[in-house]
């Protein structure tokens, strides 16, 4: 058991309408397997992808994580706005029990925003927070890796770094991946959850998975 769900519910009030993104779903995501998560537009797949991080919580129901789960890749709600790129990677290197040396040295390096690492990453320009967010996930071990839609970040050059140091990690870890490009889910994960009118259903083979998303996306 990798990350375990279990009568997970799930809801949000806009403007006196309820929304019921999960209700009250109960599934098991399993070491040693990557999975596809598809959905129509709205369904709430970023919703689901917060809840397996932890960066939101549900309404009701219990989540249980048995490796270390990361947060979204590349997500960077999670960076203090007032601290510097540098104050930032250090707090969570230490969160996580990391070499805060080793980890800044990495980030810095890797997300090449130069001086700017000691400037609060408010000022920031897109292109340069995603370079930090990307660097600070690739710079932690976890055994999981969730995947809200692969972004483009930074030219081409860069892209190739991104790709070929994810890659690395893909050999001793598991994905939990959000794409709507069914080539780059086949490319990353052997099983498929199609999230749709509030339930999970999952499949261990993704191409039955693609073909529920096809018929619910007609």
């Known amino acids: ?17 309820t929304k019921v993104v999960l209700d009250h779903v109960s599934m098991t995501f399993e070491f040693g397997n990557s999975y596809g ?22 309404n009701d129901g219990k989540i249980t994580r048995s490796v270390r789960v990361s947060w979204p890749l590349g997500f960077a709600g999670g ?8 104050e930032n990677v250090v707090f969570v290197a230490r969160i996580y029990g990391h070499d805060t040396i080793k980890t800044l040295n990495f980030v810095e390096d890797f997300a090449e925003i130069g001086s700017y690492i000691d400037v609060p990453v408010q000022s920031y320009s897109s292109g340069m927070l995603q370079r930090l967010a990307f660097g600070l ?18 030219d ?37 959850v199609v999230l749709a009118d509030g339930k999970l ?3 261990r083979d993704l191409e039955d998975a693609i073909a529920l998303y096809r018929k619910l996306n007609r």
């Open 1 to 17: 058991m990798m990350i375990a769900l279990d009568r997970i519910f799930k809801f949000y009030k806009t403007y006196g309408v």
């Open 37 to 58: 998560v598809l959905g129509i537009n709205g369904a709430g797949k970023s919703t689901l992808m917060r809840l397996l991080a932890g960066t939101e919580l549900p």
């Open 79 to 86: 960076l203090h706005p007032k601290m510097t790129g540098r």
């Open 137 to 154: 996930s690739m710079a932690i071990d976890f055994d999981c890796y969730l995947i809200d839609e692969v972004t483009a970040v930074g």
């Open 156 to 192: 081409a050059r860069f892209q190739a770094r991104c790709q070929q140091e994810f890659n690395k990690r893909r050999q001793y870890s598991d994905i939990v991946m959000i794409s709507h490009d069914m080539n780059t889910l086949k490319q990353y994960c052997n099983r498929g």
């Open 201 to 203: 259903h999952l499949f």
